[in-house]
């Protein structure tokens, strides 16, 4: 915290956090891609690890050292993380799904390399998408299947304001659908990807906002772990 106590409020506890961005081949040379960083999970993890959990953390191309401590687990495409997230998500106090996930990938990848057309200079090639799954829906509906209250789960929101409202009317309409215990809302109407400062609103299932910070992206995780403390199962 500001005084730089450390509270090892986290001891006994495992968190999943999952980060980076996923990718999704086109062809063995082309991929769809997103500009997620890695180092909001990264500094998610560091946090929790300071404050005596043992964190999983599922990295999806993420170009940063492995935080000391953490169990790191690499994946690729958003197909691949959901697998990891299933098989993980049942072991876990709490599963923090920091990462950006691709929404589409390819409907069929190509086998060899997509070729443009020299004779036409106007062809292009249609690439076909299909929806992936939505994970941390998956994981809120896997539980309530279950019966469980573990684990807690935490979504993000990266939001840029629109025609369907503001950038904080659709990050409350998303809690509200999403079912999470906690979805961070991160205001990207100025640009974030790849900055080392954030200012995020933590909201509840509600769309009720329970803390705003701004600042580092080590001061946003603590202040998102703090307000994951209350949702975490009872320790058995
Ligand atoms: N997420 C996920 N699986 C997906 C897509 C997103 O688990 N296939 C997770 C993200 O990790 C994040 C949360 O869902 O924690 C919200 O992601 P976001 O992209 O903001 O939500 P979407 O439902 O995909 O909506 P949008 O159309 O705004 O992209
Ligand atoms: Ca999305």
Do not use: C, Y
């Not at 401590?69 to 994946?75: E, I, K, N, S, T």
């Not at 990807?193 to 580092?216: I, P, Q």
């Amino acid at each position: 915290d500001a005084a730089g106590a450390v509270r090892r409020d986290l001891l006994g506890r495992e968190l999943l956090i999952t980060a980076g961005g996923t990718r999704e081949d086109l062809d063995p040379v082309r991929f769809l891609a997103n500009h997620s960083s890695g180092k909001q999970g990264w500094a998610l993890a560091h946090a929790a690890l300071v404050r005596g959990a043992r964190v999983r953390l599922a990295a999806a191309n993420v170009d940063l050292e492995t935080p000391p401590g953490a169990q790191r687990l690499d994946v690729g495409s958003a197909a691949e993380l959901a697998e990891l997230v299933a098989e993980h998500r049942g072991q876990v106090d709490a599963l923090v799904m920091a990462a950006a996930v691709a929404d589409f990938t390819a409907a069929d990848r190509a086998d060899s390399k997509i070729k443009k057309d020299d004779g036409d200079e106007d062809s292009v090639p249609a690439i076909a998408l299909r929806r992936t799954q939505d994970i941390l829906r998956h994981s809120v509906l896997d539980r309530a299947e279950r019966g469980g209250a573990r684990p807690a789960i935490v979504g993000f929101a990266a939001e840029t304001g629109g025609e369907g409202g503001s950038a904080l009317d659709l990050a409350r309409a998303k809690a509200r659908r999403k079912g999470a215990d906690l979805l961070v809302f991160n205001d990207i109407t100025g640009g974030v990807f790849g900055a080392a400062d954030n200012s995020v609103r933590v909201l509840d299932r509600e769309g009720e906002e329970v803390s705003h910070t701004s600042g580092s992206k080590t001061a946003v995780a603590h202040a998102v772990l703090d307000e994951l403390l209350p949702h975490l199962p009872e320790v058995p």
